[in-house]
């Protein structure tokens, strides 16, 4: 059974920086790209990026361009997205997301999310 | 981008009635479109993929359609665990995007 806890959400002032984490198991973590999606509070679905199964390819919603970037630890089935210059705009559940498979396709695995809240 | 448009935005319905939730895309997208079901403070489900292909485990209550820029969402007989919100994707191209939501209520 496939399984993703997300982590390191936090309350942190405009401007400042978080890393989240995303722990997988019970699937061969390298063969999948995964990915980051948001929801702000009462809000729909945005995503915000996504890394190919290698790590070498990688993609990013144009609001957090610059400022996010996503990585993976294939050794650890471990995901990532560094938050730089946060902004009250990014405030939201992130969810950590496995693709059914490679190339375009949807996202059939889902974390519990980790809230991430930017205010001073 | 693309954009998915979602109707109704909310809707109130019996045990047992017949629902149905529309997403149009702006653009073609080619069957690239998924459904999925979120109910408060949980993550999102996968529902169908492909625009008609259920996932494993999803009642067969629900079904998928449509082509080209529309399709269609039916629940053929609601029941109390239905009542979530649910949102159409596409994932033609990059990036991603997702309808803005449709709220199934009990009436």
């Known amino acids: 059974e496939v399984h993703l806890l997300e982590s390191g959400g936090n309350l942190v002032q405009p401007g400042g920086s978080l890393r989240l984490s995303c722990a997988a198991s019970?699937?061969?973590?390298?063969?999948?790209?995964m990915s980051w999606v948001r929801q702000a509070p009462g809000k729909g679905l945005e995503w915000v990026s996504t890394?190919?199964?290698?790590?070498?390819?990688?993609s990013y919603t144009d609001s957090v361009k610059g400022r996010f970037t996503i990585s993976r630890d294939n050794s650890e089935s471990a995901l990532f997205l560094q938050m730089n210059s946060l902004r009250v705009e990014d405030s939201a559940i992130y969810y950590c997301a496995k693709k059914l498979s490679s190339g375009y396709f949807p996202f059939d695995s889902w974390g519990q999310g980790t809230l991430v809240t930017v205010s001073s | 981008d693309i954009q998915m448009t979602q109707s109704p935005a909310s809707l109130s319905a019996s045990i047992g009635d017949r629902v149905t939730i529309t997403c149009r895309a702006s653009q073609g997208i080619y069957n690239s479109l998924a459904w999925y079901q979120q109910k408060p403070g949980k993550a999102p489900k996968l529902l169908f993929h492909g625009a008609s292909r259920l996932e494993s485990g999803v009642p067969s209550r629900f079904s998928g359609s449509g082509s080209g820029t529309d399709y269609t969402l039916t629940i053929s007989s609601l029941q109390p665990e239905d009542f979530a919100t649910y949102y159409c994707?596409?994932?033609?191209?990059?990036?991603?995007?997702f309808g803005q939501g449709t709220k199934v209520e009990i009436k």
């Open positions: 890394v190919s199964g290698g790590g070498g390819s990688t």
């Open positions: 994707q596409h994932y033609y191209n990059i990036p991603p995007t």
């Open positions: 019970g699937f061969t973590f390298s063969n999948f790209a």
